[in-house]
């Protein structure tokens, strides 16, 4: 069975500071996607990798595939009130059609 | 742009009543699917399709029924609604399979009493 762990489950910081939250797994993934879920409202796509080592920015935030696409990070610097929400990681399942979902990132940015 | 539109936002149902979440999308997409998400346990596939006409079961599909009789439409039926589908319920649609896009709705949350 094929599984994403996503670390921490939650996490609260202040505005200002820079964090680092992770998405692991022992399976080979063709790639990989992060969502931001605000309350209320469902998922939105933030980015998509798909190469080994691939680092995509947006804004203050930076996404990395790792070299063996097993895994990936979402770094944020100088963390805003606006950030906070949960992340998802999601990859590619057994099935085209089927993803794999992390359970998530609970991130609280205190004003 | 509307996207992908869900009804009803909220539903309270008794024990064994049944019911029918709609789902909508405008953006011609041949894959729809709907998820439901619990605390701690992130989105579980219930059902998905591929095209009209073509549905297929996800990770959690027992108590729950899906049609698919035209590309913008994929409802999802509460045959005898438990407590334990106490839970929101996200319909999606993308152009395809993985490394595309998936656009979520709203939501609907369902509280079974």
């Known amino acids: 069975t094929q599984l994403l762990e996503q670390s921490p489950q939650f996490l609260s910081i202040q505005e200002g500071e820079n964090l680092t939250v992770y998405c692991n797994s022992s399976?080979?993934?063709?790639?990989l996607q992060w969502y931001r879920q605000e309350p209320g409202e469902g998922p939105v796509l933030l980015v998509t990798?798909?190469?080994g080592g691939e680092v995509k920015k947006l804004k203050r935030l930076t996404f990395q595939f790792g070299d063996a696409r097993k895994d990936s990070s979402l770094h944020i610097t100088a963390a805003q009130p606006g950030d906070t929400g949960l992340y998802l990681c999601?990859?590619?399942?057994?099935?085209?059609?089927?993803?794999?979902w992390g359970a998530g990132t609970k991130l609280i940015i205190k004003p | 742009n509307a996207g992908v539109t869900q009804t009803p936002k909220f539903q309270v149902l008794k024990t064994g009543q049944s019911m029918t979440l709609q789902c909508a999308q405008d953006?011609?997409?041949?894959?729809m699917s709907w998820y439901r998400q619990d605390p701690g346990m992130g989105l579980r596939l219930i059902h998905y399709?591929?095209?009209?006409?073509?549905?297929d079961q996800g990770e959690v599909p027992n108590g729950y029924n899906v049609s698919r009789s035209t590309t913008e439409d994929f409802p999802l039926r509460l045959l005898s609604a438990a407590p334990s589908q106490t839970s929101v319920y996200f319909c999606?649609?993308?152009?395809?399979?993985?490394?595309?896009?998936?656009?979520f709705g709203e939501g609907s949350w369902l509280t079974v009493v």
């Open positions: 399709s591929v095209g009209a006409g073509i549905t």
């Open positions: 999606a649609s993308s152009r395809g399979g993985s490394g595309n896009t998936i656009y």
């Open positions: 999601a990859a590619d399942g057994d099935s085209n059609y089927q993803l794999i």
């Open positions: 399976s080979v993934f063709s790639s």
């Open positions: 990798v798909v190469t």
């Open positions: 953006m011609n997409h041949e894959y």
